[in-house]
């Protein structure tokens, strides 16, 4: 089971909408956050993240637009497929955001070098965003997911590479990690596909 949450983000406009989606858990940073653990989520439990969230799930309706998406855990593995339908205008998207926290909490991933996804696209284009408490306007670090379709590869994003979007360029801040975020999106209708099995963060001296 998963958390539908699009009528969280009504009063976004333009494009922070499309971003807002990203930020579910904003929060404050606290200073001293709990360390992030290494297991965002490897989909051994159907409905609940690693930290025992539940998996949210964001789409393109505060924006008017009507994609939507099949989500379904198999034997440890997210099997994501949908078709975007956006309003005209304006980007259709759905978001699948993974709390680092129980309670949304930000999480210290400072010991950690980067994202890293064991991930088989389909078809559409992904993008994977750190969500940061410290990121007051919704527009957060993220980078497209270059692996090509096939089989299951471990794709790894550095944060480093991250950028924003339409703000100026920040340095991402990873005292205060709440939530990463999976995104299909696309400008034009059309389907998306993609797997996971797991997602989580690495070190810099981990084997590549």
């Known amino acids: ?3 539908s949450s699009h009528t ?3 009063l976004f406009r333009g494009s922070a909408a499309f ?3 990203l930020a579910i ?9 709990e ?7 490897d989909f051994s439990d159907a409905a609940l993240a690693a930290s025992g969230a539940a ?7 505060s924006l008017g637009g009507s994609s939507s998406a099949v989500l379904d855990v198999r034997d440890g593995v997210l099997v994501v497929s949908g078709e975007h339908r956006p309003a005209r205008g304006a980007p259709g998207f759905v978001s699948l955001v993974l709390l680092l ?3 949304g909490a930000a999480r210290d991933a400072s010991d950690f070098e980067g994202v890293r996804l064991r991930l088989k696209p389909l ?7 750190a969500v940061s408490a410290a990121i007051d306007n919704y527009d957060h670090h993220g980078a497209s997911v270059t692996a090509k379709a096939g089989d299951f590869r471990e794709v790894r994003i550095r944060f480093a590479d991250m950028r924003r979007s339409w703000s100026e360029q920040t340095k991402l801040d990873l005292s205060t990690l709440t939530a990463v975020s999976i995104v299909a999106v696309g400008m034009a209708p059309g389907a998306f596909a993609f797997e996971v099995d797991e997602v989580g963060f690495y070190r810099a001296d981990s084997a590549r």
């Open 1 to 3: 089971m998963f958390v």
């Open 8 to 10: 969280l983000h009504r």
């Open 19 to 21: 971003f807002g989606a």
């Open 25 to 33: 858990a904003a929060v404050p940073p606290v200073l001293g956050a």
């Open 35 to 41: 360390a992030a653990s290494e297991l965002v989520d």
């Open 55 to 61: 998996r949210i799930v964001v789409d393109d309706a």
């Open 101 to 103: 926290s129980l309670d």
């Open 123 to 129: 078809r559409g284009t992904i993008f994977v965003h």
